[in-house]
Structures are given as C-alpha cells and as structure tokens.
T-cell receptor, first 114, second 115 residues
Framework: DGGITQSPKYLFRKEGQNVTLSCEQN?????MYWYRQDPGQGLRLIYY???????QKGDIAEGYSVSREKKESFPLTVTSAQKNPTAFYLC?????????????FGPGTRLLVL | GNSVTQMEGPVTLSEEAFLTINCTYT??????LFWYVQYPGEGLQLLLK?????DKGSNKGFEATYRKETTSFHLEKGSVQVSDSAVYFC??????????????FGRGTQLTVWP
C-alpha cells in the first residue's frame, strides 16, 4: 500500500533536547511538507520541500530544521530553541507543481515536553 | 495574500440533521479549494475539492460549490451521521508567486453528531 508514515506516534522531549520526527512516503511525490497543529489554530506550515536537496521556510520555521537528502524522506528536527514544542505534527506530500493536486497526510506525531 | 476563514465551532447536531460549515477565502487569481476531515488522533484526509469557479466537489454525501463571486466554499450534508463527527478543515492552494504547492488552512470546525 502506498502512503505516508510518521514515527513515532508519541514523542517526549526533555528540556534542552533536540528530537527528530520521521516522515517517509512511497508515493513517488516530489513535494513534502511539515505542519504544526495546535488546538483552535488549524494547521501552520513549518517547512516545505519541492525537490530533493531543496527546502523553504514556512510561516513558523524558527526552532525547527529539516533535510531532504532522499525523495522519500523529510525528517523534522525540533531543536532546543523551540520554546513551545508541544503540538501535533503532520507531514504531507503531493506530486508537485500543479494547483489541482491533492496533498496526502500522514497519521501525525504528538510531541510532549517532560 | 492568501487566507481562509471558516465558521468557528463546535457544531453539535442530532443524527439526520442538515449540516452547513461556512468557508470564505481571500486569494489572487484562481485558487483550488479543498475540504479535509480529521478523525480523532489521526491525520487529515481529503474529503472533496474543486479547482475552478462553479465546480461542485462531492464525496460521501458531502458537497461544496466553488463560488468566485462570493469567494466561498461552504460544506453541506443533507443528513449527518454519528460517524461524521470529526474536525473539518477548509483549505486553498494558490500557485502564484513563490509558495508553490502549499496549502492555506482555516482553523477547523469541530462537528459532533449525537444519536
């Protein structure tokens, strides 16, 4: 089955610690995205990548970093600079530069601060 | 710029009631419009979409019509079921400028349907 996988489902972070959220897709999609979801605020874009080895900041990139070394993988690192990381993180992908294309979402990772 | 405003929830209905969730947008040019649904603890699933003015998207009894004159894309269902309880997100995609491919989301509307 084709789709997007995110791991882990739950992640706990200690103060001052960097943590990495995994996102893998086998849909052969060029574009991948990371969103943060907070209650009552909808989804906000953190980073996105339209092609391997290239990515752009979204609306709330501070305190986060990404890499795109492989087409199928787009890991997100939440650094210690992100002071309020508790949220639900969603990864998505799409085929690319066509405004009619749908974005497909993974099941999400819930990050909690200890 | 691009933005989406949708009706604030929560919305609580009895089974078989009529549902409307309002969504309006701001965008230059001709965006594509989407409704996504999120069940508890899960990611988002595409519910329906429309890519040009006057198009009607439909799926699982839900419908929405792309109205350019009122910049709206309201979600409707004639008879809701308990299984429709979820959070619904309106979104637009506008490929003008450098933000190619990204979606702009509304804040989401929580729907609860009681038997």
């Amino acid at each position: 089955d084709g789709g997007i996988t995110q791991s882990p489902k739950y992640l706990f972070r200690k103060e001052g610690q960097n943590v990495t959220l995994s996102c893998e897709q086998n849909l052969n999609h060029d574009a991948m995205y990371w969103y943060r979801q907070d209650p009552g605020q909808g989804l906000r874009l953190i980073y996105y990548s339209q092609i391997v080895n290239d990515f752009q900041k979204g609306d709330i990139a501070e305190g986060y970093s990404v890499s795109r070394e492989k087409k199928e993988s787009f890991p997100l690192t939440v650094t210690s600079a992100q002071k309020n990381p508790t949220a639900f993180y969603l990864c998505a992908s799409s085929t690319g530069a066509n405004s009619q294309e749908t974005q497909y979402f993974g099941p999400g990772t819930r990050l909690l601060v200890l | 710029g691009n933005s989406v405003t949708q009706m604030e929830g929560p919305v609580t209905l009895s089974e078989e009631a009529f549902l409307t969730i309002n969504c309006t947008y701001t965008a230059t040019g001709y965006p594509s419009l989407f409704w996504y649904v999120q069940y508890p603890g899960e990611g988002l699933q595409l519910l329906l979409k429309a890519t040009k003015a006057d198009d009607k998207g439909s799926n699982k009894g839900f419908e929405a019509t792309y109205r350019k004159e009122t910049t709206s894309f309201h979600l409707e269902k004639g008879s809701v079921q308990v299984s429709d309880s979820a959070v619904y997100f309106c979104a637009l995609r506008n490929d003008r400028g450098s933000t190619l491919g990204r979606l702009y989301f509304g804040r989401g509307t929580q729907l609860t349907v009681w038997p």
